[in-house]
Nanobody, 123 residues
């Protein structure tokens, strides 16, 4: 079974840092684009950062200069380093990945979401 497992969320004071990790496991042939999204209570899910298989990245304007997305293709893992956290960064953070997998003896494309990890920034 192919899945994404996230870790690293928690409670931090404003100005602090957290590092989120998301590891893909299962019959994975390759990980393609990967990204982090977040959803605060009452809000829609929004893109935080995105990284291609080649390492090109883009960020939401609200996190530019504070967050850094990176990946380890050998470990099928994507990271989100979050610095200078603000209370408005409080949300559940979700990992997203576009994968090429072996399923039922066939090579298939698959898009997966992680289970979400909560980040709370206190003022």
């Amino acid at each position: 079974q192919v899945q994404l497992v996230e870790s690293g969320g928690g409670l931090v004071q404003a100005g602090g840092s957290l590092r989120l990790s998301c590891a893909a496991s299962g019959s994975i042939i390759s990980t393609n684009a990967m990204g982090w999204y977040r959803q605060a209570p009452g809000n829609q899910r929004e893109l935080v950062a995105h990284i291609t298989s080649g390492g090109s990245s883009n960020y939401a304007d609200s996190v530019k200069g504070r967050f850094t997305i990176s990946r380890d293709n050998n470990e099928n893992t994507v990271y989100l380093q979050m610095n200078s956290l603000k209370p408005e960064d409080t949300a559940v953070y979700y990992c997203n990945a576009e994968l090429t997998v072996l399923k039922l003896l066939r090579i298939q494309s698959l898009e997966l979401w992680g289970q979400g990890t909560p980040v709370t920034v206190s003022s």
